[in-house]
């Protein structure tokens, strides 16, 4: 398995605000992946944070929106710009782990709310 | 564009009974994996499964994967209240491992004592 720890767990931001989520794994790893659950609904990747180049988005997500960085192999930070209530959301990074690199695995989350 | 169609997405039951949860997909996945997700928590990995008709349990989960690797299903057998939570599937894309994954809706299970 793979130990994934995700700060802030918790936060309330202010609409118009932005917020930097971090993730930290116990391990290098070669992608790492952010995530967004809304309430009420399943998982949806925004981008795959690759070591040393450009985030790559899924559609419907932009640069701007959701910056990325991914400065060494254990680490990664998303951050969520100018927010509205509509960004409240679980952000979650994932891993990938196995011999065959099929195993994914998450991290607990960060549960935003925008007031 | 690949999809996951997982069924129900709603079931309440009474502690003891058996059910199943289906995973359904016109697409080919690499592999899938099954998660539980609790409220306020990340989704916690069951199973990776990967080859076609490929059976794997985990004390009264089994976990089916389809011939095809188009589809998969969860059953539970003497369902227990811990066993309430948020059910994922998901599917990795593409014919290599890239770690990137389609999620089904979700079913959330309810087992009352």
């Given at each position: 398995?793979?130990?994934?720890?995700?700060?802030?767990?918790?936060?309330?931001?202010?609409?118009?605000?932005?917020?930097?989520?971090?993730?930290?794994?116990?391990?290098?790893?070669?992608?790492?992946?952010?995530?967004?659950?809304?309430?009420?609904?399943?998982?949806?990747?925004?981008?795959?944070?690759?070591?040393?180049?450009?985030?790559?988005?899924?559609?419907?997500?932009?640069?701007?929106?959701?910056?990325?960085?991914?400065?060494?192999?254990?680490?990664?930070?998303?951050?969520?710009?100018n927010m509205?209530?509509?960004?409240?959301?679980?952000?979650?990074?994932?891993?990938?782990?196995?011999?065959?690199?099929?195993?994914?695995?998450?991290?607990?989350?960060?549960?935003?709310?925008?007031? | 564009?690949?999809?996951?169609?997982?069924?129900?997405?709603?079931?309440?039951?009474?502690?003891?009974?058996?059910?199943?949860?289906?995973?359904?997909?016109?697409?080919?996945?690499?592999?899938?994996?099954?998660?539980?997700?609790?409220?306020?928590?990340?989704?916690?990995?069951?199973?990776?499964?990967?080859?076609?008709?490929?059976?794997k349990k985990?004390?009264?989960?089994?976990?089916?994967?389809?011939?095809?690797?188009?589809?998969?299903?969860?059953?539970?057998?003497?369902?227990?209240?811990?066993?309430?939570?948020?059910?994922?599937?998901?599917?990795?894309?593409?014919?290599?491992?890239?770690?990137?994954?389609?999620?089904?809706?979700?079913?959330?299970?309810?087992?009352?004592?």
């Amino acid at each position: 398995s793979a130990v994934i720890s995700q700060k802030p767990s918790r936060d309330i931001c202010q609409r118009g605000t932005s917020l930097t989520i971090q993730c930290q794994v116990d391990s290098q790893v070669t992608m790492m992946f952010w995530y967004r659950q809304q309430p009420g609904q399943s998982l949806t990747l925004i981008a795959t944070a690759n070591q040393g180049s450009e985030a790559t988005y899924e559609s419907g997500f932009v640069i701007d929106k959701f910056p990325i960085s991914r400065p060494n192999l254990t680490f990664s930070t998303l951050t969520v710009s100018n927010m509205s209530p509509e960004d409240s959301s679980i952000y979650l990074c994932s891993v990938t782990r196995g011999t065959t690199g099929n195993t994914i695995y998450f991290g607990e989350g960060s549960w935003l709310t925008v007031v | 564009t690949q999809l996951l169609e997982q069924s129900p997405q709603f079931l309440s039951i009474q502690e003891g009974e058996n059910l199943t949860v289906y995973c359904n997909s016109s697409s080919v996945f690499s592999s899938l994996q099954w998660y539980r997700q609790e409220p306020g928590e990340g989704p916690v990995l069951l199973v990776t499964v990967v080859t076609g008709g490929e059976v794997k349990k985990l004390k009264r989960l089994t976990f089916q994967f389809g011939d095809a690797r188009k589809d998969s299903s969860l059953h539970i057998t003497a369902a227990q209240p811990g066993d309430t939570g948020l059910y994922l599937c998901a599917g990795a894309r593409g014919s290599s491992n890239t770690g990137k994954l389609i999620f089904g809706q979700g079913t959330t299970l309810q087992v009352k004592p």
